[in-house]
């Protein structure tokens, strides 16, 4: 049961290079998220999709890019990254509605030099 | 800003040691909270959570936490902790009509020295 999958798991990239994490669950879920984690600000919400098709902004939108693809995989795009954007990216999935537990991946580490 | 804060970033124990870990949290009415627990180089692992009812919740590992809704509070404890609690510690909130959007604090990171 592999639950949530993100790649790649650790990646260096220049300033003004793009990329795209992607994510993958197989736990049939509607809704999944991307955040992203720095040091003494746990965990920040990227974008969000509710359920296929969908897509909304989180809390630090600006630089990103995100595709539902399907039901099962969701992914973030870096257009032009920037040293801020150093940090490490979770995908995460739920059921839709509220009180579901919300499983996370294994994390993406990213460095912007 | 509304927020979920955690007071303690860094906390050292020795093994058997009592813990106890703050959250606070700024929304008005209805809220989901959650312990998550982050072990080093793993991903986010849900310790307990609440919802409604019994105000004590417990969860894995021994672990449990009390909402105290006049504080606006809702701090972990564990009686007795050991090496392998080594860990970073979230404490989220889901703010009522907020669907599913968790909302973290900043962490806290435990050392438990054997």
């Known amino acids: 049961n592999a639950g949530v999958t993100q790649t790649p798991k650790f990646q260096v990239l220049k300033t003004g290079q793009s990329m795209t994490l992607q994510c993958a669950q197989d736990m049939n879920h509607n809704s999944m998220y991307w955040y992203r984690q720095d040091p003494g600000m746990g965990l920040r919400l990227i974008y969000y999709s509710a359920s296929e098709g969908t897509t909304d902004k989180g809390e630090v939108p600006n630089g990103y890019n995100v595709s539902r693809l399907n039901k099962r995989e969701f992914s973030l795009r870096l257009e032009s990254a920037a040293p801020s954007q150093t940090s490490v990216y979770f995908c995460?999935?739920?059921?839709?509605?509220?009180?579901?537990?919300?499983?996370f991946g294994e994390g993406s580490w990213l460095t912007v030099v | 800003a509304q927020s979920v804060s955690q007071h303690n970033h860094h906390v050292i124990l020795s093994e058997a040691a009592s813990l106890e870990l703050g959250c606070n949290y700024s929304y008005g009415g209805t809220v989901n909270l959650f312990w998550y627990v982050q072990y080093p180089g793993q991903h986010l692992q849900l310790l307990l959570k609440y919802f409604s009812g019994d105000p004590l919740v417990k969860g894995i590992k021994g672990f449990e936490a009390e909402f105290i809704k006049s504080k606006f509070s809702f701090n972990l404890r564990k009686p007795s902790v050991q090496w392998s609690d080594t860990a970073e510690y979230f404490c989220a909130v889901i703010p009522g009509g907020a669907g599913n959007m968790l909302t973290f604090g900043g962490g806290t990171r435990l050392m438990v020295k054997p």
């Open positions: 995460a999935s739920s059921e839709r509605a509220s009180g579901n537990t919300i499983y």
